[in-house]
Protein backbone atom coordinates (compact mmCIF):
# COMPACT_ATOMS: atom_id res chain seq x y z
CA UNK A 1 0.00 0.00 0.00
CA UNK A 2 1.09 3.04 -1.10
CA UNK A 3 2.51 4.22 -4.53
CA UNK A 4 5.21 6.37 -3.67
CA UNK A 5 8.66 6.57 -4.86
CA UNK A 6 10.74 5.80 -1.63
CA UNK A 7 8.44 2.87 -0.12
CA UNK A 8 5.97 1.57 -2.70
CA UNK A 9 7.67 1.88 -5.77
CA UNK A 10 10.55 0.41 -5.05
CA UNK A 11 9.34 -2.41 -3.26
CA UNK A 12 6.83 -3.49 -5.51
CA UNK A 13 9.46 -3.52 -8.00
CA UNK A 14 11.27 -5.66 -5.90
CA UNK A 15 8.53 -8.22 -5.38
CA UNK A 16 7.40 -8.05 -9.08
CA UNK A 17 8.57 -11.23 -10.33
CA UNK A 18 9.17 -12.96 -6.79
CA UNK A 19 5.29 -13.18 -5.78
CA UNK A 20 2.58 -15.47 -7.25
CA UNK A 21 0.45 -12.57 -6.98
CA UNK A 22 0.83 -8.45 -6.31
CA UNK A 23 -1.76 -5.81 -5.34
CA UNK A 24 -0.76 -2.28 -5.71
CA UNK A 25 -2.87 -0.18 -3.68
CA UNK A 26 -2.91 3.85 -2.87
CA UNK A 27 -5.21 5.87 -1.11
CA UNK A 28 -8.81 6.24 -2.06
CA UNK A 29 -8.55 2.00 -3.56
CA UNK A 30 -10.63 -0.44 -2.38
CA UNK A 31 -9.07 -2.10 0.10
CA UNK A 32 -10.72 -5.42 0.23
CA UNK A 33 -8.01 -7.47 -1.79
CA UNK A 34 -6.40 -7.25 1.82
CA UNK A 35 -8.01 -10.20 3.11
CA UNK A 36 -6.74 -12.25 0.53
CA UNK A 37 -2.85 -10.93 1.43
CA UNK A 38 -0.84 -12.97 3.55
CA UNK A 39 1.82 -10.04 3.55
CA UNK A 40 0.99 -6.19 3.73
CA UNK A 41 3.88 -3.64 3.10
CA UNK A 42 2.77 -0.37 3.83
CA UNK A 43 4.26 3.12 3.28
CA UNK A 44 0.75 5.49 2.81
CA UNK A 45 2.14 7.83 5.94
CA UNK A 46 -1.95 7.85 7.11
CA UNK A 47 -2.21 6.93 11.13
CA UNK A 48 -4.16 4.06 10.82
CA UNK A 49 -5.79 3.60 7.68
CA UNK A 50 -5.08 -0.52 7.95
CA UNK A 51 -7.40 -2.01 10.32
CA UNK A 52 -7.06 -5.09 11.64
CA UNK A 53 -10.20 -6.43 10.55
CA UNK A 54 -9.46 -5.82 7.31
CA UNK A 55 -6.70 -8.40 6.97
CA UNK A 56 -6.71 -11.75 7.18
CA UNK A 57 -5.90 -14.19 9.92
CA UNK A 58 -2.08 -15.09 9.62
CA UNK A 59 -1.39 -12.22 7.75
CA UNK A 60 2.35 -9.83 8.37
CA UNK A 61 1.95 -6.46 8.23
CA UNK A 62 5.68 -4.16 7.21
CA UNK A 63 4.93 -0.81 8.28
CA UNK A 64 7.25 2.18 6.67
CA UNK A 65 4.44 4.49 6.82
CA UNK A 66 4.07 7.13 9.56
CA UNK A 67 2.56 10.42 10.54
CA UNK A 68 2.64 12.84 13.33
CA UNK A 69 -0.18 13.80 15.26
CA UNK A 70 -0.81 17.17 16.63
CA UNK A 71 1.02 16.09 20.10
CA UNK A 72 4.05 14.91 18.27
CA UNK A 73 3.76 11.28 18.51
CA UNK A 74 4.28 9.25 15.78
CA UNK A 75 1.87 6.55 14.83
CA UNK A 76 2.18 3.85 11.79
CA UNK A 77 -0.20 3.37 8.89
CA UNK A 78 -1.32 -0.25 10.73
CA UNK A 79 -3.84 0.66 13.84
CA UNK A 80 -2.32 -0.45 16.98
CA UNK A 81 -4.44 1.86 19.14
CA UNK A 82 -7.68 -0.71 19.62
CA UNK A 83 -7.11 -3.66 22.00
CA UNK A 84 -4.56 -6.50 21.60
CA UNK A 85 -7.07 -9.22 20.79
CA UNK A 86 -8.07 -7.51 17.66
CA UNK A 87 -4.59 -8.15 16.04
CA UNK A 88 -3.59 -10.77 17.75
CA UNK A 89 -4.02 -12.82 15.28
CA UNK A 90 -1.78 -11.66 12.58
CA UNK A 91 1.81 -13.72 12.26
CA UNK A 92 3.43 -10.47 12.93
CA UNK A 93 3.74 -6.67 12.32
CA UNK A 94 6.34 -3.90 12.00
CA UNK A 95 5.89 -1.34 15.56
CA UNK A 96 5.60 2.41 13.93
CA UNK A 97 8.10 3.58 15.62
CA UNK A 98 11.13 1.52 16.23
CA UNK A 99 10.08 -1.46 13.88
CA UNK A 100 11.22 -0.63 10.40
CA UNK A 101 13.14 2.10 11.00
CA UNK A 102 16.45 0.66 12.71
CA UNK A 103 16.56 -2.26 9.81
CA UNK A 104 16.66 0.36 6.72
CA UNK A 105 19.14 2.24 8.94
CA UNK A 106 21.41 -0.57 9.05
CA UNK A 107 20.81 -1.52 5.43
CA UNK A 108 21.76 1.57 4.71
CA UNK A 109 25.48 1.11 6.65
CA UNK A 110 25.76 -2.06 4.71
CA UNK A 111 25.20 -0.62 1.32
CA UNK A 112 27.77 2.27 2.41
CA UNK A 113 30.32 -0.11 3.22
CA UNK A 114 29.80 -2.06 0.45
CA UNK A 115 30.33 0.64 -1.77
CA UNK A 116 33.28 2.09 0.18
CA UNK A 117 34.95 -1.30 -0.66
CA UNK A 118 34.91 -1.63 -4.06
CA UNK A 119 35.66 2.21 -4.72
CA UNK A 120 38.93 1.20 -3.04
CA UNK A 121 39.37 -1.39 -5.35
Given at each position: ?????????????????????????????DFSVLKNADL???????????????????AGVVDFGYSI??????????????????YQLLRFYTKT?????????????????????????
Amino acid sequence: MGLGFLVGKPISEWLRDKTKELYLLDKGDDFSVLKNADLVITGVGQAGIIKPEMLKDGAGVVDFGYSIDTAGKIHGDFDTQLPVTNYQLLRFYTKTPGGTGPILVAKLFENFYSLCLHQKS
